[in-house]
């Protein structure tokens, strides 16, 4: 019995993709786990503790109420339809 190059090569890439895929799936359970811990976790963490979005944390005040600033209402702006002004616009 004759084994014909072209089977070879067909039999020897499914085998290589088996084993990726093994591979890939193996890699998966111990790299995935090991960025979570070392990588994301300590970032959140650190978010987590070190953030203060809501602004609470800067002290007493009177109030906490924060201005908004907005550009001018001109005819360019108008023009663009309240998205990001023309360069030439200006801005209040």
């Given at each position: ?35 979570y ?14 953030s ?7 002290g ?33």
């Amino acid at each position: 019995m004759t084994i014909s190059k072209e089977s070879a090569w067909k039999r020897l890439w499914q085998a290589w993709l088996r084993f990726g895929h093994w591979l890939g799936n193996v890699m998966s359970w111990v790299w995935m786990p090991l960025f979570y811990f070392i990588c994301a976790m300590p970032f959140a963490l650190g978010v987590r503790l070190f953030s203060d979005p809501l602004r609470l944390r800067i002290g007493r005040r009177q109030s906490y109420w924060t201005p908004k600033t907005l550009p001018n209402a001109d005819m360019s702006w108008s023009r663009s339809q309240g998205s990001v002004p023309p360069p030439d616009a200006k801005r209040g």
